[in-house]
């Protein structure tokens, strides 16, 4: 076999790597080595570094050979291990085996690195769902996981995706973001972070909506930091994201997706009807999306005060009619007895959104007052203002209050709160 300055053009650095990824697979199997990683780090060294057909390399090459090597056989993610572990990282994008697109400070741009072959990337798709007892196959061709880190995972098996498969990895901060931070970064005022510290104190039910990647799942982390530390608190996921560490009695569940005979599938819905038998001071759904929206509200109805989730919509008022369409296909009720479910449940609306810089801001607070003729009443307690005398309006903005009061102070004078 020639080395690297040979003429034979399948003589690569990618082929000797593959090979070596099979021969360093084949001596931890052989071997059962269960030592930690630093250990396995050392035999890829000394293996590779010893290795004749890499003798042509520069120390640069090899470390990176070794580095590809140890991703391939160690870490779960492979290739994309460094991308990963780049906090400036927020996305990761794969379409196919040689486009991968990742979101860095907020923009959109395209990797240099690919993977060899299809199976490489169905390999680590594989890996991943079966950590959380999920699969993925032509009889079950999309999956939702999360990475150890609470990473969020969406891949598209090859038979549904023409340049697929498809993998999709959204990252959550290390560091559990605070209100401080988002005071910091203007994501929200200090007056209405104060306003809604209080309400979550005194049991309002608050939706968080807004679109995609506009920050809802992090938002509801934050808000969570407000619940009493003496309640009961049951938490319901499609994949377990939330990252609550201050409350010690909670229960976490996660749905659970039908095996290839088409049984075992735990649904949302599901979850919320058992979490309403075990005594829970406060229920909270990662994200309503279905005909859940039926059990979510009614548990808010029923005295389960203090209960949060979120949703996709672009505005307060079109959460509402997006949780109302929901409704309508769970459940056939007259249109004016869900809005009044609606209304009676839900105390608190916060739309969050993307500006065009890409920073993350807290857009609106809507009290969902009444209901009244037909309609249910909104009541804007906070608004994010556009500064329109600058050339770039939006990234001048500010949250501030309407002069708007809330109108529903039962809650926080039942609970000893000072009115807002």
Do not use: C
């Amino acid at each position: 076999m020639k080395g690297f300055n040979g003429g034979d053009k399948l003589d690569s650095r990618e082929t000797y790597t593959k090979e070596i990824i099979a021969e360093i697979r084949k001596i931890i199997t052989e071997t059962q080595l269960k030592t930690a990683d630093e250990d396995i780090l050392m035999l890829i060294e000394d293996y590779i570094l010893s290795d004749k057909r890499l003798i042509m390399l520069s120390y640069k090459a090899k470390k990176n050979t070794i580095d590809s090597v140890f991703n391939a056989t160690r870490m779960e993610l492979d290739i994309l291990q460094p991308l990963a572990e780049d906090n400036q990282v927020n996305e990761i994008m794969v379409n196919g085996i040689d486009h991968i697109f990742i979101e860095k400070n907020g923009k959109l741009e395209k990797s240099d690195i690919r993977f060899e072959s299809r199976e490489q990337l169905e390999e680590i798709i594989r890996r991943i769902a079966g950590k959380v007892h999920r699969e993925i196959n032509e009889l079950n061709p999309i999956v939702d996981a999360r990475l150890e880190d609470g990473s969020r995972i969406n891949a598209i098996y090859k038979n549904i995706a023409i340049n697929g498969p498809i993998l999709t990895i959204r990252k959550f901060p290390q560091n559990q973001i605070s209100m401080d931070d988002l005071i910091k970064n203007d994501s929200i005022s200090s007056e209405a972070a104060e306003f809604l510290k209080i309400l979550v104190k005194g049991g309002y039910n608050i939706f968080v909506s807004g679109g995609t990647s506009s920050g809802k799942t992090t938002f509801l982390n934050v808000l969570s930091n407000y619940i009493p530390k003496d309640e009961r608190v049951i938490v319901i996921e499609d994949s377990a994201e939330l990252q609550i560490t201050a409350i010690e009695n909670i229960v976490r569940m996660e749905t659970k997706n039908a095996n290839v005979q088409g049984k075992g599938e735990i649904t949302v819905r599901q979850l919320i009807k058992t979490s309403l038998r075990m005594r829970p001071d406060r229920i909270i759904v990662g994200e309503v999306r279905g005909s859940e929206v039926l059990d979510m509200i009614q548990a808010m109805n029923t005295g389960h005060d203090g209960s949060l989730s979120t949703g996709h919509a672009n505005s307060p008022a079109g959460m509402l009619s997006r949780l109302e369409t929901m409704f309508l296909t769970a459940a056939d009720f007259p249109i004016e007895a869900i809005r009044s479910q609606l209304a009676s449940a839900i105390d608190i609306i916060v739309h969050l959104g993307k500006l065009s810089d890409k920073s993350r801001h807290v857009l609106e607070i809507t009290e969902v007052e009444a209901y009244d003729s037909g309609q249910i009443i909104l009541n804007p307690l906070f608004k994010y203002q556009i500064n329109r005398e600058n050339e770039n309006i939006w990234q001048t903005g500010k949250l501030t209050s309407t002069g708007n009061r809330l109108k529903n102070i039962e809650k926080l004078e039942m609970k000893g709160l000072k009115t807002i």
